[in-house]
């Protein structure tokens, strides 16, 4: 059981059935949305494989050192700002190539792998191919860029879904009413450990506020005031808000959908032309949108 994360058992358990039917490969992807606990079920397979007893005993020498945080044969690489950078792989690669320290396994566990960019990708085909006797390496990948194919097709893949509403609600807590309110949260957010952060920091009362926001000017025709004020980061979030908004719009009232589609298709472009870019004129952009949907909604009508 990983606590205090029980839905990721069924994941769990299959990494485990794998393992003992001896297919388990050496290269492993985790894949799932935010919030769901993939760095947390990276844990747990890194000590899983580095046991002296092999199953995160909790007393071995293995597992004492991991949870001192410095076991010699535990590998970590993350992006260094928004990429992976080749030297990174480079140095882990000359690393994996030694012994291992404890005569056992050792485990590399890359953090956000989506952000391997080309010539990290690409110094990583080999040691996936042919890793060095007894190395694991598990790619822990969120959301955004896929993988390059060539990295997906040399490794075994566990995806790790979204909970259900219940689990997410044991999770979450006694404030989980208000937050499975609106059902479309989590996927604006991410899993019950993004919703629960969430939760805690106050963004999520914030992107309430936001939700209101966009409803008044999606009636209204104009922009209000409080989504005026954003810079490009916080932009990104205001705009899945409303991507889902329309979309629950839509999904309550099927007949929307045939005018409101385009809309919602200018959004997530919207919404991902933002990401890549910087010095635009937010106001002017989000008040286009809202244009957009104004005319389409008429046409509609
Ligand atoms: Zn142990």
Redesign the pocket.
Known sequence: MIEPFPWLEPVAQQWRQQRQQGRLGHALILQGPEGVGKGALAEWIT?QL???????????????LLAAGHHPDRYALAPDGQQIKVDAVRQLINQLTGTAHQGGARVAVLTDAQRLNQASANALLKTLEEPPAGVHLVLVVGPGQPLLPTIVSRCQRLIVPMPKDEQIAAFIGHQSKSVLDWPYWPRVLGGPIALKAAMESGQLEQLNTVRAAWCRSLQSGLLAPELSQADNERASILLKVLYFELLSQCERDPARMTWCYPVLKRVAETQRWLDRQSGINLTATFQQLIVEYQDCAQEGA
């Open positions: 000590q580095l046991c002296e007893q092999g199953n995160g005993c909790g007393y071995c020498k293995g597992c004492q």
